[in-house]
T-cell receptor
Framework: DAMVIQNPRYQVTQFGKPVTLSCSQT?????MYWYQQKSSQAPKLLFH???????NEADTPDNFQSRRPNTSFCFLDIRSPGLGDAAMYLC?????????????FGPGTRLTVT | AQKVTQAQTEISVVEKEDVTLDCVYE???????LFWYKQPPSGELVFLIR??????QNEISGRYSWNFQKSTSSFNFTITASQVVDSAVYFC??????????????FGAGTQVVVTP
């Protein structure tokens, strides 16, 4: 089945130690999104890619970076994680040009910062 | 300003009861899309439905039904004969086609549904 895959499902990192979360998709969608979701809150968009074009949300901290080496993969890099970065990180994809506005989400990576 | 309002923080029902989740949205775009997503305890957001601003037809899918009313800017969701597996957080979301062509989703705060046997 076509899907959005996120690895790892659970990640523990130390305060200040860089961490990378990965997302892959078999849907061949042009657009990929990264969301941060803290406990009992709605997902918050960090940035998105349309193909290789990167679009950052205005309030996304510089500590968060992203890479998309090809259509299938997208990475979220947190350069110096703080305790406030502990959250669920959700990757989503969306097709383009087919009047299909829904986003398809991966299972998420739950990040713990110690 | 909050563009999607889900006023109900949590709803608790007993199995087989019906439950209706309210969603009120705000937009100046004439073309927009509304969504409902389900987030079970596992964390994955599951797409349930998309509604276009130019299509006010209500929809039924099994035990799920949706009532879209542009006159009141509402897109309500009803689960009929609820089951324990329906326990989850449900998010209503808005995408404004003209203001943001990248399909950015603006989520409501979510409503926690708890179904007890």
């Amino acid at each position: 089945d076509a899907m959005v895959i996120q690895n790892p499902r659970y990640q523990v990192t130390q305060f200040g130690k860089p961490v990378t979360l990965s997302c892959s998709q078999t849907l061949n969608h042009n657009v990929m999104y990264w969301y941060q979701q803290k406990s009992s809150q709605a997902p918050k968009l960090l940035f998105h890619y349309y193909d290789k074009d990167f679009n950052n949300e205005a309030d996304t901290p510089d500590n968060f970076q992203s890479r998309r080496p090809n259509t299938s993969f997208c990475f979220l890099d947190i350069r110096s994680p703080g305790l406030g970065d502990a959250a669920m990180y959700l990757c989503a994809t969306r097709g383009w040009g087919d009047d299909s506005y829904e986003q398809y989400f991966g299972p998420g990576t739950r990040l713990t910062v110690t | 300003a909050q563009k999607v309002t889900q006023a109900q923080t949590e709803i608790s029902v007993v199995e087989k009861e019906d439950v209706t989740l309210d969603c009120v949205y705000e937009t100046r775009d004439t073309t927009y899309y509304l969504f409902w997503y389900k987030q079970p305890p596992s964390g994955e957001l599951v797409f349930l439905i998309r509604r276009n601003s130019f299509d006010e037809q209500n929809e039924i899918s099994g035990r799920y039904s949706w009532n879209f009313q542009k006159s009141t800017s509402s897109f309500n969701f009803t689960i009929t004969a609820s089951q324990v597996v329906d326990s989850a957080v449900y998010f209503c979301a808005l995408s404004e086609a003209l203001s943001d062509s990248w399909g950015k989703l603006q989520f409501g705060a979510g409503t926690q549904v708890v179904v007890t046997p």
